[in-house]
């Protein structure tokens, strides 16, 4: 993934925490931890056939993150016809941190920004830009 | 009987399903009965929908007996933990493997690929007293569903 | 004597929001729906999730199929309304564009679409303001207004 923009789309569901999970380590990623190297765009926009959308995604590396199981984003991705590069379900960060469950859908209490965190650093390492990462060595 | 054979009941968006020919525990449980004796098991629509994205099951092994009414396991959502009622006595014979890395597949599939456990049930009959059709169970469940929705 | 009173449930509208990643708009639909599902018309809405209806989710297919729906777009794409039209097979009842909406109450947009902060708030209440007036404007229609 060196030398291209990777498109992070979250699904941004609104139903339950994940959602808002993946949207804001998406954020966290475009904004702290790999400035330059993240953008994202609106996964809808790029659903009606946005030519800039669709060009973005068409051109660079993409990662969904997915509320549930119903993996909206990956779907909608493929059906615009990409398929990304890495699918994640945000729900399987919680698996590996049961101790924080969010405590709401779009406000996420403290448990569920430190999910936040460890989601958008596991993903800044794939990426190839390396966060800080308590107890690991600087990359 | 429904094209589909499921009974349905829409409340807002959601849709809550219930098997046709399954057997249902009050505490939101079914039973299949099979051909080769055994009874599978499983959690209802309306308990998967209220209880939320399934993350882990922690269920017993094949081998283990199972009482009805009392505890078969739990399953921790991203709302809560919840324990998994046995909706009839006997001992495990085989447990559903797939929960173990895919347990949202109670969620998506809570009639179907989410079943939970294979049982030799120890007396089918008798257990039949504590359980409901389909169409018995159903306008319990949608009486909950009312009471839960409306509070 | 006893009158009797016909007891009809609430009337349901679906509010669909777009969700945009990219404006603070996109975000400001997300604060502004939840409020109005949650505190202002709790009982007369419902939220549709654009990305599970796109992904053909049966429930909320289903829904905008048979039920009135507001749409509330970020910026003037209007994403959230071209989808339903395309995928829902009919007209939203109403379209919010928050660009629009700002510009005419003269209020700021907010400065980031990674979260909304106090001065936001002015914002929210415009938007789910506007929501639910137009919830109530369905509601209270005579025939078929909601269902």
């Known amino acids: 993934m060196a030398n291209k923009t990777t498109v992070v789309l979250p699904c941004s569901g609104i139903g339950k925490p994940y959602g808002e999970i993946g949207r804001q380590s998406t954020y966290t990623l475009m904004e702290d931890l790999c400035p330059g190297k993240v953008t994202t765009t609106c996964l809808a926009k790029l659903m009606i056939g946005d030519p800039d959308a669709v060009e973005l995604v068409k051109n660079n590396p993409v990662i969904t993150l997915d509320g549930c199981a119903q993996d909206c984003a990956r779907k909608n991705v493929e059906s615009a016809g990409k398929k990304p590069d890495r699918a994640v379900r945000v729900i399987n960060t919680f698996k590996h941190h049961r101790d924080l469950k969010p405590t709401g859908i779009l406000d996420l209490g403290e448990p569920g920004r430190k999910l936040v965190e460890i989601l958008a650093s596991d993903l800044a390492l794939e990426i190839d830009c390396p966060a800080k990462k308590e107890g690991s060595a600087d990359a | 009987m429904s094209e589909t054979g499921y009974m349905e009941f829409n409340y807002d968006k959601f849709a809550f399903r219930v098997k046709e020919y399954y057997l249902y525990h009050q505490d939101e449980c079914w039973v299949k009965q099979e051909e080769n004796g055994l009874v599978t098991v499983g959690i209802t629509d309306y308990m998967q929908k209220t209880g939320g994205d399934v993350a882990f099951v922690e269920l017993l092994e094949a081998g283990a007996a199972v009482k009805q009414g009392g505890e078969m396991g739990s399953m921790e959502t991203i709302k809560t933990t919840m324990t998994l009622v046995a909706p009839v006595s006997g001992v495990i014979k085989e447990v559903n493997g797939a929960l173990e890395d895919e347990p949202q597949q109670i969620n998506q599939d809570p009639y179907g690929s989410g079943w939970i456990y294979k049982i030799e049930p120890a007396d089918l009959a008798g257990a039949k007293q504590a359980l409901m059709d389909a169409k018995t169970y159903f306008p319990l469940m949608e009486e909950k569903i009312k009471n839960e929705m409306t509070k | 004597m006893l009158e009797l009173v016909e007891i009809t449930p609430p009337k349901k509208v679906g509010i669909i929001p777009c969700n945009g990643e990219e404006l603070p708009e996109g975000t400001l639909t997300r604060f502004a729906c939840r409020k109005v599902l949650d505190q202002i018309k709790p009982n007369n809405t419902v939220t549709i999730c654009l990305p599970l209806f796109i992904n053909n989710g049966k429930e909320e297919r289903g829904f905008v199929e ?61 938007v789910a303001g506007e929501i639910a007036k137009k919830v109530d404007e369905i509601i209270s229609k005579p025939n078929d207004g909601g269902k």
Not at chain 3, 73 to 99: A, F, M, N, W, Y
């Open chain 3, 66 to 126: 048979n039920f009135p729906t507001i749409t509330v777009d970020g910026c003037d794409k209007r994403c959230g309304q071209k989808i339903t039209e395309k995928l829902g097979g009919k007209k939203p009842e109403h379209s919010i564009v928050i660009t629009d909406l700002l510009k005419e109450h003269g209020i700021n947009a907010p400065g980031s679409a990674r979260t909304l902060v106090d001065m936001d708030q002015q914002a929210i209440d415009l």
